[in-house]
C-alpha cells in the first residue's frame, strides 16, 4: 500500500519536475554554501565584525533568486526562443553602459559591475547566459544551413563584438568562456569541420596575440613555478597549491583551514575551491567533481529527450546550459590548481556573488521547465 502511494505521488509530479535533478541542485547549492561558510567565516569577521555575514548574504541571494527564477517555470521554453533577439541587445546595452566612463563601477582595476542603489550587478555573468539562448536559438533556425559560411559567421561576428566589449572591463575569463560556448554549440549543430578548425586555430592565434600583448595576461603563464614569483603574481596561485597539498587524502577537517586567514586572496570567491580541497582533501574533491558531472549528465539527458521529440531548441539549450555551468566550475577548478592561467572565475553555486548566483538558479530552472516542454510534447507526441 505504501509502495503504490510513493508511485501515485511519483507519477502527479513527474509532468512538472524532475525530482531526480531537484534533488542533485538541493545538494549542490547546501554543500556550496557549507563551504562558502567555512571559507569565509574569519574574514566575514574580520570585515563584519559578524562571522556569518557572508553566508547570510548569499544565502539572500538564494531566496531572491528563487523568487525571480519561480516565474521562469511558468514561462514556456518557447517564449525565450522568439525573444532570443530581444534578451541578447538588451544585455549587449549593459555591457555598453558598464564600459562608459562614470556609469561603470570599478573595482581592483576592473570596471564590470553597474551600481544603483547599493545594489550591484554584473552584466557580464547575464550576458554569458542570455548569449548562449541567442546561440542556441540561431541554430535553431538555421539547423539545416549551418554548413553555408554566411550563416556559420554571424554568432563569430557576435562573438567579436561581445570579446571586445567584455575585454575592455577587462573580462578575459568571460570572453573564454563565451568563445568556447560558441565553438562547442557549432560542433553539436554540426557545422562544417573546416569551419570549426578555423576558428579554433583563429581563437588561438588571437588569444595569444591578446596574452602576449599584456605583461599582466602573461605573467600569469608561470604555472610551474609560480612560487618562483611569491612575492609578486605567483602570490595566489602559490598559495592555493600550497593550500590543496596540505589537504592530502582526507583533507585538515571543516573550518580547520590555514591559508584563509588572510593568506589566500579571494579564498571565499575566485580561490574557494582550494579552500575545499584543504579542508575535505581528495574526497571532497571528487564528491564536487561528482556532483558536476551528474549535473551535466542530467541536462545532457534532458536534451536528449528534448532532440528524440522535436525541440531542437530546447535539446540545444539543455546540452548548452550543462556545458555552461559545468565548463565554468572546472575551469574554476583548473586555476586553483594551477592547469590554468590565474583568473578570476567564479564557481557556480560556491562562490559569493549575487550575479553569479543568480544566473546559476536561472539556468537550473529553464533547464526544469525545458524537462516540462518535453514532457508534454512526448504526451502529445504519444497520443497521436
Not at 588569444?207 to 618562483?228: D, H, K, Q, T, V
Request: aromatic share 18%; charged share 10%; proline share 3%.
Amino acid at each position: 500500500m505504501e509502495k503504490n502511494n510513493k508511485n501515485n505521488l511519483s507519477n502527479i509530479i513527474k509532468p512538472f519536475f524532475d525530482l531526480s535533478f531537484f534533488f542533485l541542485i538541493v545538494t549542490i547549492i547546501l554543500f556550496g554554501l557549507l563551504i562558502l561558510t567555512t571559507s569565509s567565516i574569519e574574514l566575514s569577521y574580520k570585515n563584519y565584525g559578524e562571522p556569518f555575514y557572508y553566508s547570510f548574504q548569499q544565502i539572500g541571494y538564494l531566496i531572491f533568486s528563487v523568487f525571480v527564477c519561480s516565474f521562469f517555470l511558468f514561462l514556456s521554453s518557447e517564449n525565450l526562443k522568439k525573444n532570443y533577439k530581444v534578451f541578447l541587445l538588451f544585455f549587449l546595452f549593459l555591457l555598453v553602459l558598464v564600459v562608459i566612463p562614470d556609469i561603470g563601477k570599478t573595482v581592483n582595476n576592473s570596471t564590470r559591475w553597474l551600481s544603483y542603489g547599493g545594489l550591484n550587478i554584473q552584466p557580464s555573468e547575464f550576458f554569458k547566459l542570455f548569449y548562449v539562448i541567442w546561440l542556441c536559438a540561431y541554430l535553431d533556425y538555421n539547423k539545416k544551413n549551418i554548413h553555408k559560411f554566411e550563416i556559420f559567421i554571424i554568432p563569430i561576428l557576435c562573438f567579436f563584438i561581445s570579446a571586445i566589449l567584455l575585454l575592455k572591463q577587462p573580462d578575459f575569463g568571460s570572453t573564454a568562456v563565451i568563445f568556447l560556448m560558441t565553438f562547442v554549440m557549432l560542433f553539436i549543430a554540426r557545422a562544417k569541420i573546416f569551419h570549426l578548425m578555423t576558428l579554433f586555430f583563429s581563437g588561438a592565434i588571437g588569444a595569444s596575440i591578446l596574452i602576449y600583448l599584456s605583461p599582466e595576461r602573461l605573467s600569469r603563464f608561470n604555472l610551474i613555478e609560480p612560487c618562483s614569483d611569491y612575492l609578486g603574481d605567483g602570490y595566489h596561485l602559490c598559495w592555493s597549491l600550497m593550500a590543496i597539498g596540505s589537504g592530502g587524502i582526507f583533507g585538515k577537517g571543516l573550518g580547520a583551514s590555514t591559508t584563509k586567514l588572510s593568506y589566500l586572496y579571494g579564498a571565499h570567491t575566485d580561490f574557494i575551491f582550494a579552500i575545499l580541497a584543504e579542508e575535505l582533501g581528495i574526497f571532497g574533491v571528487v564528491f564536487t567533481i561528482i556532483l558536476f558531472y551528474l549535473f551535466i549528465k542530467k541536462c545532457f539527458f534532458v536534451g536528449d529527450k528534448a532532440l528524440r521529440v522535436g525541440l531542437i531548441f530546447q535539446g540545444y539549450l539543455s546540452y548548452a546550459i550543462g556545458i555552461f555551468i559545468t565548463l565554468q566550475a572546472f575551469l574554476s577548478m583548473a586555476v586553483t590548481l594551477g592547469i590554468a592561467p590565474t583568473k578570476g572565475l567564479a564557481m557556480p553555486f560556491f562562490s559569493y556573488g549575487g550575479s553569479n548566483y543568480l544566473v546559476s538558479i536561472l539556468s537550473i530552472t529553464i533547464v526544469l521547465r525545458i524537462y516540462r516542454d518535453v514532457y508534454k510534447q512526448s504526451l502529445n507526441s504519444s497520443l497521436r
